[in-house]
């Protein structure tokens, strides 16, 4: 049997110890690094939210039905069926707008009372071979379509609070933008294609008429794609590590 030199002993035994304690110093490490939160990181999460992600949309129906009068300056210069088309776009800025680009025509097919001053109204749309194409970015809804115009993009995180140590709360402020899609190009007041749309139409988009303002609910029509704009986020971390869970 062979004996072991109490120094030697003592020496492994000490090795030993330290070793384990490294491991423990390093695992705690990376535990603890895992959930610290950085600009960058803080960043990701809240560009991948599903409310940073989502865009400012237009709702295009394959038919609408709407009162409408009859009467008013240039009705009687005019067709019923074109008088009422016009009164119809009149109330809906966004659809004057995808029909002055080309992309979507629109037809009076009904007038319930052609005699009275105001009528149900039936109106159908169409894709023009421009708008179909165009479709291929835009989203079928039922036998309508939901038409991205504008997304957000992230500029900067300007501040951060919290998110280190036992903290299990952080706030975020950023910066951020609207980036237009191809569509969204005429909404946009910093570009020209917004300047090229009829003044009639640039005057009644944002909600000019109550019809806009109900459809444009918490969205914003026109856009500035050319000015930054502030946000702020909570951040809430779970076992499974950091999210966004709320504005």
């Keep these: 049997m062979r004996l072991i030199n109490p120094t030697q002993a003592r020496r492994r035994i000490a090795r030993l110890c330290w070793g384990l304690l490294g491991a423990v110093i390093v695992t705690c490490s990376a535990a603890c690094g895992s959930n610290k939160l950085t600009r960058s990181s803080a960043a990701t999460l809240i560009e991948s939210s599903e409310a940073f992600r989502k865009p400012v949309t237009i709702s295009l129906l394959p038919e609408y039905r709407q009162t409408l009068a009859l009467i008013g300056e240039g009705s009687r210069d005019m067709p019923k069926e074109e008088f009422a088309l016009h009164r119809f776009l009149e109330s809906h800025a966004d659809l004057a707008a995808l029909s002055h680009l080309g992309l979507v025509e629109f037809k009076v097919t009904g007038i319930q009372y052609p005699d009275s001053a105001s009528s149900p109204v039936t109106i159908t749309s169409s894709l ?31 501040g951060l609070t919290g998110g280190e140590g036992e903290s299990k709360q952080a706030r975020v402020e950023y910066t951020w933008r609207w980036l237009p899609t ?66």
Excluded: C, H
Aim: hydrophobic fraction near 35%; proline fraction near 4%; glycine fraction near 12%.
């Design 128 to 158: 023009t071979s421009k708008g179909s194409s165009a479709a291929r970015q835009w989203q079928q809804s039922g036998e309508g379509w939901t038409i991205p115009i504008a997304k957000r993009e992230l500029v900067e995180v300007t």
């Design 182 to 247: 191809e569509a969204g190009a005429s909404f946009d007041v910093s570009g020209q294609a917004y300047q090229s749309l009829p003044a009639s139409v640039r005057q009644n988009l944002g909600g000019a008429s109550f019809g806009d303002m109900l459809r444009a609910a918490g969205q914003r029509l026109p856009f500035d794609s050319s000015k930054s704009q502030k946000g702020e986020a909570t951040l809430q971390l779970y076992d499974d590590g950091w999210r966004v869970a709320g504005p």
